[in-house]
């Protein structure tokens, strides 16, 4: 059970915090031919949730990517066009309200230009490449970048095909977001496992086998193919998902207020159908259809039998995959292929060894009321992570219907009703009469207990450390210094158009409970108070539903040495990249980076900022600045270490100068 709840906190944390200062990286190679000709290979490398555009595009679309070979003294020859990797065409109203299909390319793209030279003399050719990087929302400017291609270092064909397979695992960061995913995937699959809905069908399925295998090496071969029919249903369900949102068609979702909207609304419909108001099932003549195949025996017979357990037990497993699904799509790439793989591995292997020996079935508990204790449990952690979503739209919209106490007392509602349930205090339409609990239920529901209690200080202002990243900010609060605080100095706290200001503040500075660090949310109006008072700038570049932003916020700004620096040394300027009010009709102008679009929104304009002054996208993002808006000292972003963190606050105040 402890493994579940791994899963479902770390699901919740969509948030990116890589710097992307520049999101595509080119790499030169040779490739050598015959004496005279040479395969020149640009590799680029692009982050994830960037593309990079085709050499052919629509007109009035982006820029396309151009490559400019220096052959002005005639000493080399090119062989037809460079060539490019087949991509994908994607439809995008990125640059016109109509929209336009565009072929680009994600995570790599391999461009080769065949050349045959006419001086042999020729030990390097210099060329350039300009191009543009563009997310789903928004673009970084057109760049060019210098390439260099040295013949002496030129590779056979055989060798270079294995130095392009050696660098396709250099991504160490890649790789182990692949490796998290397949972990979850495979903990809510072992969660799927133990629901009422597939747990009784191992029993059903080792005496399928065992009655139809003639030989104990047939059995352990049906078994074998019968759990690869398993993984190779839930991953061509992966593998469907990815060609339809792509490789990173989801990657923004996490601050869309209709995403968020929509997927509290998903997981309530689950939550409530685990704790046993109605199932969700697919149509029984799918089921009926599919079992009558099964029938057939062989190869066919067993794959349906698989699928007969997909259908089956979707009323337990259709929540989980719904929700591991929209997570790994999120991540983007083959993220949903891995996800499905590691889900689909947790129930096939059981089912496969089972059947393979099937003397181990003495083993397993039977069958009872702790199967649906396990599915009650996985409604409550989906109810409560429900909650997470929509106060996320909440955050966004700044509308202050979801405060900071209001989603503390829910969660203390939803956590205290589960101990209450495990204790045996509450029952559900599915639970069986018990006389007494087990040891095992008894310890879960006292931890469970004690979260519950851990919580209930929050609603005095307590900053719940251990859950920082779930609750709304500190200062998102009904009591921003807690219940029943009464400042004791001059300043009076008034509420303005749902935002929490205060007197004797200098214009448009806000302060940010519970610890009163002076804050503006307007770049201008920051940087000349930052002047008048002789201070340097630091820009903190965030997002209401930035959850990597209030760990920082909650776990580092509230050192002591840390604070003293934001409180006395600094302006800090906070700009909230997903603030979705709209702009003022004179402030409304037309966008840099997507021409033909008007930035409307407040979070808009200062995430152009951050684009085409810093070229970065992600939040957190800080930012050190003296009054010529020069940086002091280069920017930096997700930095849990309070050590760390100081000391670069402390470089980069030394080198300003008034």
């Not at 593309?51 to 090119?78: A, C, H, W």
């Not at 565009?102 to 003399?121: C, G, M, N, R």
């Not at 997310?135 to 392009?164: G, H, M, R, W, Y």
């Not at 202002?461 to 029943?484: D, K, M, R, T």
Request: aromatic fraction near 12%; proline fraction near 5%; glycine fraction near 6%.
């Amino acid at each position: 059970m402890k493994k579940i709840c791994i899963f479902f906190v770390l699901l919740i944390n969509l948030s990116v915090t890589a710097q992307i200062f520049n999101p595509i990286q080119w790499k030169t190679k040779v490739e050598k031919i015959t004496d005279s000709k040479y395969k020149l290979i640009t590799e680029a490398t692009i982050k994830e949730s960037w593309s990079l555009y085709s050499q052919e595009v629509p007109k009035g679309g982006p820029i396309p990517t151009t490559f400019f070979y220096n052959d002005k003294e005639n000493k080399i020859k090119l062989i037809g066009k460079t060539e490019e990797p087949k991509g994908k065409i994607k439809f995008t109203k990125l640059f016109n309200d109509e929209g336009m299909s565009i072929k680009s390319f994600a995570y790599k793209a391999v461009f080769k230009q065949e050349i045959d030279l006419t001086d042999p003399t020729v030990k390097t050719i210099n060329a350039f490449v300009e191009f543009i990087a563009c997310t789903d929302e928004q673009c970084l400017p057109p760049k060019e970048i210098d390439l260099v291609f040295d013949l002496t270092k030129a590779i056979v064909k055989k060798q270079n095909i294995s130095e392009v397979n050696k660098s396709t695992n250099t991504n160490k960061k890649d790789k182990k977001g692949m490796i998290a995913i397949f972990f979850i995937a495979f903990l809510s699959g072992f969660a799927a496992l133990l629901t009422p809905c597939v747990f009784p069908m191992i029993p059903m399925t080792v005496s399928f086998f065992t009655k139809q295998s003639k030989s104990k090496a047939e059995g352990i071969r049906n078994a074998i193919i019968y759990g690869v029919s398993i993984i190779g249903i839930y991953v061509l369900l992966g593998s469907v998902v990815t060609g339809i949102f792509g490789a990173d068609a989801l990657n923004a979702l996490s601050t869309n207020v209709w995403f968020n909207v929509a997927f509290f609304l998903i997981l309530v419909i689950f939550a409530v159908s685990f704790l046993g108001a109605f199932e969700i099932t697919l149509p029984s003549s799918w089921a009926t259809k599919v079992d009558s195949q099964a029938d057939r025996g062989g190869l066919i017979g067993i794959f349906f039998m698989a699928l007969a357990l997909a259908i089956v037990s979707f009323s337990c497993t259709g929540p989980i995959v719904g929700t591991l699904l929209v997570e790994s799509a999120s991540k983007g790439g083959i993220a949903p292929i891995v996800g499905m793989l590691g889900f689909s591995s947790a129930i096939a292997i059981p089912f496969a060894l089972f059947a393979m020996f099937p003397g181990w079935l003495n083993s397993l508990p039977k069958s009872g009321g702790w199967l649906n204790t396990v599915k009650v449990v996985l409604g409550f952690l989906e109810l409560a992570l429900a909650f997470k979503f929509l106060s996320n739209a909440d955050l966004v919209l700044q509308l202050h219907l979801f405060e900071r106490e209001v989603f503390i007392a829910i969660w203390i509602a939803i956590f205290g009703a589960l101990a209450l349930y495990l204790l045996g205090k509450i029952k559900l339409p599915h639970d069986d009469s018990q006389t007494h609990i087990s040891v095992g239920r008894l310890f879960l529901a006292l931890i469970v207990g004690a979260f519950t209690i851990y919580m209930l200080p929050g609603l005095w202002g307590a900053p719940l450390n251990l859950i920082s990243a779930f609750p709304p900010p500190q200062h998102y609060s009904e009591s921003p210094y807690g219940v029943g605080f009464t400042k004791k100095n001059t300043q009076v706290v008034s509420v303005i158009n749902s935002e929490k200001t205060h007197t004797g503040l200098p214009e448009g500075a806000h302060l940010m409970p519970p610890h009163d660090i002076i804050s503006f949310h307007d770049y201008d109006k920051g940087l000349a108070y930052a002047k008048k008072v002789g201070k340097p700038v630091m820009i903190d570049f965030t997002g209401h539903a930035c959850v990597n932003c209030r760990k920082m916020e909650q776990n580092v700004w509230v050192k002591p040495n840390v604070l003293d620096v934001l409180k006395t040394k600094v302006v800090l300027i906070s700009l909230y990249v997903d603030d979705k009010r709209k702009l003022k009709d004179d402030e409304v102008v037309e966008s840099k980076l997507n021409l033909g679009k008007k930035l409307k929104y407040i979070g808009q304009k200062w995430s152009e900022l951050q684009t085409i002054k810093y070229k970065a996208n992600t939040q957190p993002f800080y930012v050190l600045m003296a009054h010529d808006e020069s940086n002091l000292i280069d920017p930096v972003s997700y930095t849990p270490d309070p050590a760390e963190y100081y000391n670069w606050l402390s470089e980069g105040i030394s080198n300003f100068k008034k």
